[in-house]
């Protein structure tokens, strides 16, 4: 397997996409936090229009907005990896290729979701995406939504490809992540964390960060944990898993984003309503989230 040219470790934050009141793309909360999870939260990159972000629900030309939004705010300070993937591989290579044009640094593909593709289908999707883009490109295996699992042997072909870097893992299979990392770690093929509760376990694998929604509200635990992981400091990296898996927990009592952008309203930061099909959390669905956050000390 190629060696990878690729550094990046820590907590990326796939952040939230703001609304207005009525439905509309709040930039001016996009730019409040983005800063907000840079300086407060130590995002080491932020992802636009991923699961997070809202993105079946964006239009295109508000996914490339929102895309160019994030480049200008972040302004260099750290990586801008967007979520330009699809279901359709053409209309993941031109969004792939709007996103470079506006600045990105490098996109998170999901795994072709509803079209049920096989393997051999997947890895064609991918490598088409591959040849049309000098991207790097982090491959997002997320089966519970997709609805197709991306294979141990179909992540190893796809990692032989030069702009193909790393994985997003939120298959929840740690065997199968387990096979991933064995395999892949020698050529400097990153793993992160894609399911938030499985972060500390993953970490300990060999992992090289996570991909966290929870970052939001818990970003700089992240980032402390991915550190001290990385240092040997196992136990003190497990006590910060234990004290805030309560609250990760509560972030994902209902469909994300949903608690993520509950959390952040009670932060006192712009967040906004879900476009539907989603929609704003039951009152059981708040009890449980805010006990969570008031015992960690999130809100008060």
């Not at 470790?9 to 983005?34: H, K, M, Q, S």
């Not at 130590?42 to 079946?56: N, V, Y």
């Not at 393997?119 to 040849?131: N, Y």
């Not at 994985?167 to 991933?180: E, V, Y």
Request: charged share 20%; with cysteine; proline share 5%.
């Amino acid at each position: 397997m190629r060696q990878k040219q690729w550094d990046l470790r820590g907590c990326l934050i796939p952040i939230i996409t703001p609304f207005t009141d009525n439905y509309e793309v709040d930039e001016a909360g996009l730019r409040t936090l983005i800063d907000y999870m840079i300086d407060e939260q130590a995002a080491a990159a932020i992802i636009p229009c991923g699961t997070t972000g809202e993105s079946p629900t964006l239009s295109h030309d508000e996914h490339v907005n929102v895309i160019k939004i994030t480049v200008d705010a972040v302004a260099g300070r750290v990586p801008v990896i967007a979520g330009t993937g699809s279901n359709s591989t053409k209309e993941a290579i031109e969004m792939t290729k709007a996103a470079a044009d506006v600045g990105v640094n490098a996109t998170l593909q999901v795994g072709p979701y509803y079209n049920k593709p096989s393997q051999e289908g997947i890895i064609k999707h991918f490598e088409a995406i591959a040849d049309a883009t000098d991207l790097p490109i982090i491959i997002y295996n997320i089966p519970g939504r997709t609805s197709r699992n991306i294979e141990p042997d179909t992540i190893f072909k796809l990692a032989e490809l030069d702009t193909v870097v790393g994985l997003k893992d939120a298959s929840g299979d740690i065997l199968q992540t387990m096979k991933i990392i064995k395999a892949t770690h020698a050529s400097n093929f990153h793993i992160y964390a894609g399911e938030d509760a499985l972060t500390f376990s993953l970490l300990c694998l060999g992992g090289h960060g996570a991909v966290a929604a929870v970052g939001h509200v818990i970003g700089k635990e992240v980032d402390q944990m991915v550190k001290l992981v990385g240092e040997g400091s196992i136990d003190a990296a497990r006590d910060i898993h234990f004290k805030t898996l309560d609250v990760v927990n509560a972030l994902f009592v209902e469909p994300n984003p949903v608690p993520i952008k509950q959390a952040l309203t009670w932060m006192g930061l712009p967040a906004g309503p879900v476009r539907l099909p989603l929609i704003g959390m039951t009152e059981k669905g708040k009890d449980v989230l805010r006990k969570a956050l008031l015992e960690l000390g999130k809100i008060s």
